[in-house]
């Protein structure tokens, strides 16, 4: 089992950046595929980015790359997601999740956190 806790969220202003955060609680944290994934209003939830469970492989989506950037500590049980040039379109709740591989859909993900909400006005 693991439990994903999110935190980082916020209002900020097109262009700016914020740093979301994703601790993990169990020992097998470094065994796990990581993933952020997010949902805006009225719209399905979305590949965002993830990472192996080395951190040797990354995976953007098309509308985040060159911008978001995922990482992860394995020594402290936590990923990261820095989100950079922030655009109004990126509004939306942001998920973390724990796989045993990488995918792009949600149903390849066995555990998700409750979201942290990422508001960005024009």
């Known amino acids: 089992q693991v439990q994903l806790v999110e935190s980082g969220g916020g209002l900020v202003q097109a262009g700016n950046s914020l740093r979301l955060s994703c601790a993990a609680s169990?020992?097998?944290?470094?065994?796990?595929?990581m993933g952020w994934f997010r949902q805006a209003p009225g719209k399905e939830r979305e590949f965002v980015a993830a990472?192996?469970?080395?951190?040797?492989?990354?995976y953007y989506a098309d509308s985040v790359k060159g911008r978001f950037t995922i990482s992860r500590d394995n020594t402290k049980n936590t990923v990261y997601l820095q989100m950079n040039s922030l655009k109004p379109e990126d509004t939306a709740v942001y998920y973390c999740?724990?796989?045993?591989?990488?995918?792009?859909?949600?149903?390849?993900?066995?555990?998700w956190g409750q979201g942290t909400q990422v508001t960005v006005s024009s």
């Open positions: 999740a724990a796989g045993t591989h990488h995918g792009y859909t949600e149903y390849e993900y066995d555990y």
């Open positions: 990472i192996s469970w080395s951190g040797g492989s990354t």
């Open positions: 169990g020992r097998t944290f470094s065994s796990y595929v």
